[in-house]
């Protein structure tokens, strides 16, 4: 419960990312997301483990299906983030937020 | 979000390429493994569209091992259940299987344990001699040993100062060159101890940081003062010699006398650090300014002469990646600048400089090393291949007696693929203790092996240590091992029908018989190629120890002093000398003493020349050894007088006196007056080098200076101080009973006469003979060793095979016997079967053995042959080996042959 629940940084932005794709994440689809966002190369298998990791604590749910990508091989394990899910990021935001706050003198405007 | 895997790629989809989809399928848990597939799968697809098709391969196989790498753990957690728990199952089946039959175990396990432990023997040697570092240096791969020489094998040549310096500022590719050169000094610790002789090396100033050498203590010698000469009077000690000098007490700046002259002592190098080549003897590092002090009579200035030779061993830091033919291409070319521009310069035409990775063993002993442990290797890898023959023969025979449970098991639904599996874990249990054995014995053969004094290749195995390399390779032999066994048995365990096995019938196929036969027949021609291979190096042992050397070197006992070094003047040579040798004949136990230079056997050989007295031209000239005698040395040696009478000390010639004296060997009477016996010689006169006249006062029988095997040579002793002064002097003492007791009361008698000067090289002078045939020595030592468990091994498997044979066949011997055979023909049949095998395996080893040994004729074994007045196909050492092999296959006939006569025919027939 909390944002105790949300390990460092890279499982935040595994969750953030889940949270904007919507039930229909899958690992393949968060690495892409991920990396598009971020510009930064992405270990596949530390998002799958993350995702169980998540998992395990309660902030997603996965099911094992047959999804509608492309390829031979359809199957996909899909993860829904859950509401304990997304009250650990609300939270988490505003910790992020208060922590901010004022700070702009100091770091300046947004970066591009 | 636009959805990603869709519409993206035009056309044709991309999939990884299947080897490394199989690969990611290995490496995922089973439940994960297809969506997990199919999301690489995708990932794959959009990366090679994007980057091309490499990357896409590449960052495929990154993220596989990732994912292996992530799961690995519960991985092998599912792996103690699972297939391998079916393996642990197997292991713990085999296990209890060989438990049950303790005889068949353990004789495999010796029988693997001996042919394992011998090759890992020899790789063991092979991997310390010849690949362990030096202790102390660091980052070895950028260093090189560089050596002037003739060709590879040949001895190094020495540079000088001046061409040293121009090496290094010449040689593109070496950033830093430094040499050394070594010398036999006497050292006294004053109050460390009583004197000694030390080896020391004189060093370039920066000869420790090319090296990257850090002190033990205190410091190393200062590369920045002093220029070329370096500092004065410093000197670094060895961990070694400081121990012992001072006990590891902190005695830096203590004083040492080194040829007499006082040194300090700045700093103790790093322990086992005693020189950059192996195996280094190094306890003393000079600076260059010491020079005239370890060479009398050579001036510091001498450093400065192009000509003049000074450094032997070169030691190059060199840019990495450097390749050392090309450094020595590059040597090659600033030599010929060198003899072009200078004109005089250290080097001859036909040196070229030859450049060697790394530190360590020297070249030329690298190279000995080589064929020492090749010609081993061989030897160890036949011994493996009749364990190996063995083993297997003991799993034929065993497997027979195994077959009820095998077809037990069957009965209940094991497939031939599980009960094979069986067997080959039932094999890899005895490999791994076979090689847990080998190691064993490797560890205890190399303790008794590595003793320095049993030849140069011993002393470069001391300190062996069993690395993780040696280990490595115990366990790829060892698994080896067990397949090249397992596999046949394996396979012919799950042959034949479950009946016959479930009935209790033995297995005998004719098949089965005749590979079981096979195997002792290859065991008995390989046993056959060590016996013979032994008995080769055995004789050349003894026909090496039995050729007359001239002298006695039994009761006898030598030691060598060095006066001239320590600044004893001529007169005080001589005056010291004679006392000693009146003191040591006063001795009770002494019947002689004399002194001899340069020292005989080992010393230095000195050419001395004599002519007829008409004979005028160079091509006349009589060439042979010369040495310088005191009046008791020639008795002391144990020559033979011939005719005429020994020299006397005093008999030094004067100038302008009458003729000096010599005595000659009985060559040099034939070569000089060949038209006259040589027993007619004394009192002829003969001439010397610049013509002055000699007169020969005696003749004495043909002599070997320098051991058995140079045939005998001309030999001229002059008496005391006619001729030059070698630093070299040795004396001898022949003693009425055993030599070795009176080394203490000799050591006294020296530092009673000259308390300053260290006596080393104490000794009996039979050991002195030994050292020269040292390399023989041990490798006929070793060849019998390997020979007897050659026939060991053979002995057991022959009577292995012969038991097996009367065990499987003991209803028809009952029947034999019920028939009214006698016991006689029953025993002779199977010695008959017995005595076939071991012919059979007799003649083809003898072929192989002729084939074999047939380079061993020009193989060399140190510096001198291997084989010694005897040829490869020697008819004595061939028939001997036949006749010990066939008393060996009678001796293993034997056993098995009484159990079958004393089958009683009633109880077998009764057997169900």
């Given at each position: 419960m909390g944002t105790k629940g949300i390990q460092g940084e890279f499982e935040h932005h595994v969750l953030l990312v889940a949270a904007r794709i919507?039930?229909?994440?899958?690992t393949a689809a968060l690495v892409v997301e991920i990396e598009e966002r971020t510009g930064r190369e992405v270990s596949p298998s530390a998002v799958y483990v993350a995702l169980r990791r998540l998992e395990k604590k309660g902030l997603v749910r996965s099911s094992l299906r047959t999804g509608?990508?492309?390829?031979?091989l359809r199957e996909r394990r899909f993860f829904e983030v859950t509401e304990e899910g997304v009250r650990a990021l609300r939270e988490s935001r505003e910790r992020f937020l208060s922590l901010w706050e004022g700070l702009e003198p100091v770091v300046g405007e947004g970066t591009p | 979000m636009s959805r990603p895997g869709?519409?993206?790629?035009?056309?044709r989809p991309t999939h990884p390429p299947r080897l490394l989809r199989v690969l990611l399928r290995i490496l995922l848990p089973a439940r994960e493994r297809d969506h997990l597939q199919a999301e690489m799968a995708e990932l794959y697809g959009r990366r090679s569209a994007r980057h091309g098709r490499l990357r896409a391969r590449l960052w495929y196989l990154r993220h596989a091992a990732g994912f292996g790498l992530r799961f690995a753990p519960r991985r092998l957690a599912a792996l103690a259940d699972g297939s391998a728990g079916a393996t642990l199952r197997d292991a713990r089946l085999a296990g209890r299987v060989l438990l049950r039959r303790p005889g068949y175990a353990l004789t495999t396990l010796l029988t693997l344990g001996i042919g394992i432990g011998g090759a890992t023997v020899v790789f063991a040697a092979a991997n310390w001699a010849l690949l362990r570092p030096v202790p102390g240096?660091?980052?070895?791969?950028g260093l090189l040993t560089l050596r002037l020489q003739q060709g590879e094998s040949s001895p190094a040549f020495p540079v000088s100062q001046p061409d040293l310096e121009t090496f290094e500022e010449r040689l593109?590719?070496?950033t830093d060159l430094v040499a050394s050169t070594e010398y036999e000094v006497n050292l006294d610790p004053g109050a460390g101890g009583p004197p000694r002789r030390v080896a020391a090396a004189l060093v370039t100033p920066d000869w420790f940081r090319v090296l990257g050498i850090s002190p033990y203590r205190g410091r190393l010698?200062?590369?920045?003062?002093?220029?070329?000469?370096?500092?004065?009077?410093v000197a670094v000690v060895s961990h070694r010699l400081w121990r012992d000098i001072?006990?590891?007490?902190?005695?830096?700046?203590a004083t040492l006398r080194i040829n007499g002259h006082p040194y300090a002592v700045v700093g103790v190098a790093p322990?086992?650090?005693?020189?950059?080549?192996?195996?280094g003897h190094t306890d003393l590092w000079l600076p260059p300014a010491a020079l005239p002090h370890v060479e009398?009579?050579?001036?510091?200035?001498?450093?400065?002469?192009?000509g003049s030779t000074l450094w032997r061993q070169l030691v190059a830091r060199a840019a990495p990646g450097a390749n050392p033919t090309v450094i020595s291409a590059e040597g090659a070319r600033v030599m010929e600048e060198v003899r072009q521009e200078?004109?005089?310069?250290?080097?001859?035409?036909?040196y070229t400089l030859h450049a060697y990775p790394?530190?360590?063993?020297a070249p030329r002993a690298r190279n000995t090393a080589r064929r020492t442990l090749t010609v081993l290797g061989l030897g160890a890898l036949l011994l493996l291949f009749l364990a190996c023959a063995n083993a297997t023969n003991l799993s034929l025979a065993h497997a027979s007696a195994r077959r009820a449970a095998v077809s037990v098991h069957r009965a209940l639904g094991a497939g031939r693929s599980r009960v094979a599996r069986l067997v080959l874990m039932e094999h890899l249990i005895l490999g791994l203790g076979g090689g847990a054995l080998g190691v064993a014995l490797t560890a205890w053969s190399l303790r008794t092996f590595?003793?320095?004094?049993?030849s140069r290749f011993g002393a470069s195995l001391q300190g062996i240590e069993l690395d993780v390399r040696v280990l490595g390779f115990v366990a790829v032999v060892a698994l080896g091992v067990a397949l090249l066994t397992g596999l046949p048995p394996a396979l012919a365990a799950?042959?034949?029908?479950?009946l016959p096995g479930l009935r209790g019938?033995?297995?005998?196929?004719r098949s089965a018989a005749r590979t079981r036969g096979g195997l002792v027949v290859v065991q008995v021609a390989l046993a056959t190629v060590l016996l013979v291979g032994a008995g080769l190096l055995a004789r050349t042992v003894v026909n090496l120890g039995s050729?007359?050397?001239?002298?006695?070197?039994?009761?006898a006992l030598r030691f060598s002093i060095d006066p001239r070094s320590q600044g004893y003047g001529e007169e005080e040579v001589r005056t010291l000398l004679v006392r000693l040798e009146e003191r040591l004949r006063e001795?009770?136990?002494?019947r002689a003493a004399g002194f001899v230079?340069?020292?005989?056997?080992?010393g230095s050989y000195v050419t001395d020349h004599a002519l007829p007295p008409g004979g005028d031209d160079w091509e006349d000239m009589v060439r042979g050894a010369g040495y310088q005698v005191t009046s008791g040395a020639l008795e002391a040696l144990g020559v033979t007088l011939v005719e005429g009478r020994w020299l006397d000390a005093s008999e030094t010639p004067r100038p302008g006196g009458p003729p000096a004296l010599v005595v000659i060997s009985e060559a040099g009477a034939r070569q000089v007056f060949?038209?006259?016996?040589?027993?007619?010689?004394?009192g002829r006169l003969l001439r010397r080098l610049r013509g002055e006249p000699a007169r020969i006062v005696g003749v004495v029988r043909d002599i070997r200076p320098r051991g058995p095997y140079e045939a005998p040579v001309p030999v001229f002793f002059r008496p005391w101080g006619d001729g030059p002064a070698w630093a070299d002097i040795a004396a001898v003492v022949r003693t009425t009973?055993?030599?070795?007791?009176l080394g203490g009361r000799v050591r006294a008698i020296v530092a009673s006469v000259a308390p300053d000067l260290p006596v080393y090289g104490l000794r009996p002078m039979r050991e002195q003979v030994d050292r020269i045939i040292v390399e023989q020595r041990l490798a006929a030592r070793i060849a019998a060793v390997l020979a007897m468990a050659g026939v060991l091994l053979t002995g057991v498997g022959l009577a292995g095979v012969l038991g097996y044979a009367v065990t499987s066949r003991r209803r028809e011997i009952a029947v034999r016997t019920a028939l009214g055979a006698r016991p006689a023909a029953v025993v002779g049949r199977f010695v008959g079967y017995g005595a076939g095998l071991a012919m059979a395996g007799l003649v083809v080893g003898l072929a192989a053995a002729a084939v074999l040994t047939r380079p061993l004729e020009s193989t060399s074994l140190g510096p001198h042959?291997?084989?010694?007045?005897?040829?490869?196909?020697d008819a004595t050492t061939y028939l001997a080996g036949g006749l010990v092999m066939l008393a060996v296959g009678a001796a293993a006939a034997w056993i098995p042959a009484r159990r079958a006569a004393r089958v009683a025919p009633m109880e077998v027939l009764a057997e169900p």
């Open positions: 919507g039930p229909g994440s899958y509608d990508g492309p390829g031979p | 869709g519409g993206d790629e035009p056309g240096v660091s980052r070895p791969d593109a590719p070496i010698l200062d590369p920045g003062s002093g220029g070329p000469e370096g500092e004065e009077d001072t006990g590891g007490d902190e005695a830096l700046g322990p086992g650090f005693h020189g950059a080549e192996l195996p009398p009579g050579r001036p510091l200035e001498s450093l400065e002469q192009r200078y004109r005089r310069h250290s080097f001859h035409a036909n790394g530190v360590g063993l590595s003793d320095a004094s049993l799950g042959r034949g029908g479950i019938q033995a297995h005998g196929s050729v007359e050397l001239g002298y006695e070197p039994g009761s001795e009770p136990g002494v230079s340069p020292a005989p056997i080992t060949p038209e006259i016996p040589a027993a007619a010689t004394p009973g055993d030599p070795a007791a042959a291997v084989l010694f007045g005897i040829e490869p196909l």
